[in-house]
T-cell receptor, first 117, second 109 residues
Framework: GAVVSQHPSWVICKSGTSVKIECRSL??????MFWYRQFPKQSLMLMAT?????????EQGVEKDKFLINHASLTLSTLTVTSAHPEDSSFYIC?????????????FGDGTRLSIL | QKEVEQNSGPLSVPEGAIASLNCTYS??????FFWYRQYSGKSPELIMF????GDKEDGRFTAQLNKASQYVSLLIRDSQPSDSATYLC?????????FGQGTRLTINP
């Protein structure tokens, strides 16, 4: 149980392109999902908290107009990197939890490796 | 600022030995702590979580939490080459996870 699916797994595109990444909870509903970014040899950094039916909450330093988040249903959140540039190249990973509480860990999707040429 | 600290390693352990991974945290408000394993190029996978003081065992893995010392550890018994990975410690507060920088573990056959 608690499977999180992420698509696509790999994107290579030209500078200036907008890229959409999908995160789905396959066997549970998630009112909250999380988007992380990981640069090589670094740890995961939380970018934003995606809230179903309301605006996402962005961490300090993350541009909300650059990284658009939509959480239209209880099983789907999307992250759109708008007008991507080489410095946006990174490993983007989403996570979700089946519930709230100390015994409800977050489960991660397989990640999306984004390369901007 | 809420921080989780880990020794980045690398930590080398012979096959069959016990690997000990350590983590400290600054936010006393953190309720739960998680250990994730991350293979190179892959996303993290959950190994264990703990929220009560003491030990929690699951197979070859034992997580230990000491809230007074703000210290979390993960022991891996009978280490196998397949345990070679980066281990991420994370603390949770208000549903958000704060990750340490990860410890790279290598199990030598």
């Amino acid at each position: 149980g608690a499977v999180v699916s992420q698509h696509p797994s790999w994107v290579i595109c030209k500078s200036g392109t907008s890229v959409k990444i999908e995160c789905r909870s396959l066997d549970f509903q998630a009112t909250t999902m999380f988007w992380y970014r990981q640069f090589p040899k670094q740890s995961l950094m939380l970018m934003a908290t995606s809230n179903e039916g309301s605006k996402a909450t962005y961490e300090q330093g993350v541009e909300k107009d650059k990284f658009l988040i939509n959480h239209a249903s209880l099983t789907l959140s999307t992250l759109t990197v708008t007008s991507a540039h080489p410095e946006d190249s990174s490993f983007y990973i989403c996570s979700a939890s089946p519930g709230v509480g100390n015994d409800q860990p977050q489960h991660f999707g397989d990640g999306t490796r984004l390369s901007i040429l | 600022q809420k921080e989780v600290e880990q020794n980045s390693g690398p930590l080398s352990v012979p096959e069959g030995a016990i690997a000990s991974l350590n983590c400290t945290y600054s936010d006393r408000g953190s309720q739960s702590f998680f250990w994730y394993r991350q293979y190179s190029g892959k996303s993290p996978e959950l190994i264990m979580f703990i929220y009560s003081n003491g030990d929690k065992e699951d197979g070859r893995f034992t997580a230990q939490l000491n809230k007074a010392s703000q210290y979390v550890s993960l022991l891996i018994r009978d280490s196998q080459p397949s345990d070679s990975a980066t281990y991420l410690c994370a603390g949770e507060g208000a549903q958000k996870l704060v990750f340490g920088q990860g410890t790279r573990l290598t199990i030598n056959p």
